[in-house]
């Protein structure tokens, strides 16, 4: 009977059903099976729907959606263009941390390239790079701030991890303070191969009126990172309580200060954002029933105990856990990667003395690296047809941006300090 129930369910994948109900008839198929009641199920979904920590990602997302539809990348690109532009490879520079901004505020690497991309590729082609540089900057930079506040992928973790870790504790705040150093040594490591790829580019002069001008333009949005910054970082308010003061800032700021966002856009702002996150806690509370049947059944016990037959050191395991993660980045949406595999995932690091801060640390560098990986990075084909060049461009043009992640997430996972230094504060 089982058997012809997870046929069922492959049946079901192959024909393109929705992620949620794939997951939910494999699950009722196992619980059957395995004489589990189904209203754990029912129970599992509502636990999560009452979760305090699972406000913030509607409200994030929502306050995403306003900045992504408003001219706010504009005036965030003007602001760092002229406070770094002046610098030798400025310009890319000003690149690599907007798109890290905007893709932390929007939780979404394809928003970042549709609406960041039409206005830094041009700037970067004005000012020397060439256009395979600039493709590759855009297409990889879409996806460089997840973890770092307020990323909604990064939360997403949290509370999968939360959920399936009962022996070792860590708040969201730890999450991001986890990732400051691995974003930062990424902006660097990017910005330093720029600097000599471009070191006979000429620079500009500082311009404090420009500055200054750029500032009072983003005077409005200004205040909301060093807000959310400081809520999350110090611990004063609660997550779900700075993303519902940085919500309502954002509406007020876009909808009724700058107009960007009419009364008649606004329904379908709201509307397009909660379909995404109404997909995301629905996928989550089905796969979170699935990992009750894989905590009744140890699964993760015994998967453990079979890969640790044959790879009993630590550091093949990290290996092959980050060739595992790119291929799963590169075939699967950042939501659905974590809700199906972190459950998974977590114990299995633990029983190798891998903390689930620095797990999420790599998980999610993996993941921002195979958003652009060949042949189906998500990344790529969002690029391709936003600038209309052809996928094997965009290969070409993504390739030494990648060699450099690769080379800081190999740093990032085999020197844990640089995921867990607050630890020794």
């Not at 509502?46 to 408003?70: K, M, Q």
């Not at 990064?154 to 504790?169: C, K, M, R």
Request: hydrophobic share 60%; glycine share 6%.
């Amino acid at each position: 009977m089982i058997y012809l129930g997870l046929v069922g369910v492959l049946i079901m994948a192959l024909l393109g059903a929705p992620l949620f109900a794939v997951i939910l008839a494999l699950t009722m198929v196992v619980y059957l099976a395995t004489d589990i009641s189904l209203v754990g199920i029912a129970t599992e979904i509502l636990r999560i729907a009452n979760t305090p920590l699972l406000v913030a990602l509607p409200l994030f997302t929502f306050c995403g959606y306003l900045l992504a539809e408003s001219n706010a990348s504009q005036r965030m690109m003007n602001l760092l263009r002229a406070l770094l532009g002046w610098m030798p490879s400025g310009i890319a520079i000003v690149g690599f941390v907007a798109c890290a901004l905007f893709t932390a505020l929007t939780g979404a690497s394809g928003v970042t390239i549709v609406a960041l991309g039409a206005v830094l590729f041009p700037i970067l082609m004005k000012s020397g790079y060439s256009e395979k540089f600039s493709l590759g900057l855009v297409t990889t930079s879409g996806s460089l701030g997840l973890l770092i506040v307020p990323s909604v992928p990064l939360i997403l973790y949290g509370v999968v991890a939360q959920q399936t870790s009962a022996e070792v504790t860590f708040t969201i705040q730890e999450l991001f303070l986890a990732g400051l150093v691995p974003t930062f040594l990424m902006i660097l490591a990017l910005s330093t191969w720029s600097l000599i790829k471009h070191r006979n580019l000429p620079t500009t002069k500082f311009d404090g009126s420009a500055l200054w001008k750029s500032i009072c333009e983003c005077k409005w949005e200004l205040p909301l990172p060093i807000f959310v910054l400081i809520g999350i970082y110090t611990g004063v308010i609660t997550i779900s309580e700075v993303a519902a003061i940085a919500a309502l800032w954002v509406l007020i700021v876009e909808v009724f200060i700058h107009k960007e966002i009419s009364f008649r856009k606004l329904p379908t702002v709201i509307q397009e954002s909660m379909v995404m996150v109404g997909c995301i806690i629905l996928i989550l509370g089905c796969a979170l029933a699935l990992t009750n049947f894989f905590v009744h059944e140890q699964i993760a016990e015994q998967l453990f105990a079979h890969i640790n037959k044959t790879i009993s050191n630590p550091i093949v395991f990290l290996l092959l856990l980050n060739l595992f993660l790119l291929l799963l980045g590169a075939v699967l949406d950042v939501f659905s990667a974590i809700v199906i595999m972190v459950p998974l995932l977590v114990p299995i690091a633990m029983g190798y003395g891998i903390h689930p801060v620095h797990l999420g640390v790599i998980f999610m560098a993996n993941l921002q690296i195979g958003y652009f990986t060949p042949p189906v990075g998500m990344n790529l084909f969002i690029s391709s047809y936003r600038f209309k060049k052809s996928i094997l461009d965009l290969y070409g043009a993504s390739f030494p941006f990648m060699v450099v992640l690769l080379a800081v997430l190999l740093a990032v996972t085999f020197v844990p300090f640089f995921s867990t230094w607050y630890q020794h504060l």
